[in-house]
């Protein structure tokens, strides 16, 4: 009986050794600023009015377009934000990642979006915390962008059907390809996770 339950302990004990450690998008983003304690209906504002400047780069705006951006910076000053700086400090909170960041055994959930596949199975993705980041423009923040390399394989179901990733992440930027139906659209992951499961989330 004594052994039986000495094997039993050991089991459990090694069970409990091998448990992911759950970590959250937050634990990946840079120390706080002003705009990370802005409320969401604020940061959607100061992300739509992003939006259209980075679509200034590239286009002219439509007399549309340009009634909506102006609206959208009016009421971001009517409700006391300063838009330059707010807008600078998502920028400098997007591009940063937590340098020093380098996990054994960690579970993370959220979406994949493929990037390489052998017929129906992938073995590369991007990891996002919102279904079908990758589609949208501006393209999700850096600290919120991981590359998975998973050579078991991993068929994925659709880009809104969220998954749990397991295994070890360390920060490590990388510039990649994501092949849309429009074009190819260039994303910076911040960090890599080398997966040892993706599992439906329950």
């Known amino acids: 009986m004594k052994y039986v339950l000495l094997i039993l302990a050991a089991c459990c004990f090694g069970l409990n050794a091998q ?17 990370q304690t802005l409320p969401p209906g604020d940061k959607a504002l100061l992300s739509e009015i992003y939006a259209y400047e980075v ?26 934000l300063n838009v330059r700086e707010l807008i600078e400090q ?11 960041l380098s996990m054994d055994d960690i579970k993370l959930a959220g979406f994949l979006v493929p990037l390489e596949m052998e017929g129906l199975v ?6 996002v915390p919102t279904a079908g980041a990758c589609i949208h423009t501006p393209p999700p923040p850096v600290n919120q ?36 139906s429009d074009g190819n659209q260039a994303i910076q992951t ?7 499961d993706i599992e439906l989330y329950n």
């Open 145 to 180: 962008t991981i590359l998975v390399d998973f050579p078991e394989g991993h068929e994925l179901q659709s880009l809104y059907t969220p998954v749990w990733v397991a295994g070890n992440i360390k920060a490590h930027s990388i510039k990649t390809s994501v092949a849309l």
């Open 190 to 196: 911040g960090y890599v996770i080398n997966a040892s």
């Open 19 to 35: 448990a992911s450690e759950t970590i959250t998008w937050q634990s990946l983003r840079p120390l706080q600023t002003q705009y």
């Open 55 to 80: 679509a200034q780069v590239t286009r002219q705006l439509s007399p549309m377009e340009n009634d909506g951006y102006n609206q959208r910076v009016t009421l971001a000053e009517k409700k006391g």
């Open 90 to 100: 998502r920028a400098q909170q997007t591009a940063s990642i937590v340098p020093e």
């Open 122 to 127: 992938g073995v590369r993705f991007i990891l």
